[in-house]
């Protein structure tokens, strides 16, 4: 595995990445809670991650529920997409995405005061590690 498959598991959870603070990357919504996790996580969320890669992560969820964001692996200083969505209960499911191609994943919740906790890895798994960050 080189280096830049080894930043993968860093962000972007990302979160979170280019789109122009995603507009045209993830859906709007009306910020009613339809079922998706965006009526009561609405919002833009930033923090870091560390573990085999390190850096930082920004992501918006829309109102449905949607999350979109850039991951910055700062060993490498590569920028990562991040797309996916959060529940009702807060579960934050994403994909990492490097020109399109998936490269890995993020798992964790949204806490009712706005924490964010959760694991990543590479596709792979080889790379792993943690992320932490807080509503904006």
Known sequence: MNKRNAAIGGWIVAL????????????????????????????????????TDA???RLVVAGDGAVAGTAHS??????????????ADGRLSAGLYDGGLYRGTY??????GGAVTGTWSNDDGSDRGTFAGQKQ
């Open 107 to 112: 798992s964790g919740t949204i806490a009712a």
């Open 16 to 51: 979170v990445a280019a789109c122009g603070l995603l507009a045209g990357c993830g859906g709007g919504g009306s910020g009613d809670d339809d079922g998706g996790g965006g009526g009561a996580f609405q919002g833009t969320y930033a923090g870091t991650f560390t573990g």
């Open 55 to 57: 850096g930082t992560w």
């Open 74 to 87: 700062t060993a490498e200083d590569l920028d990562y997409v991040v797309s996916g969505e959060v529940d």
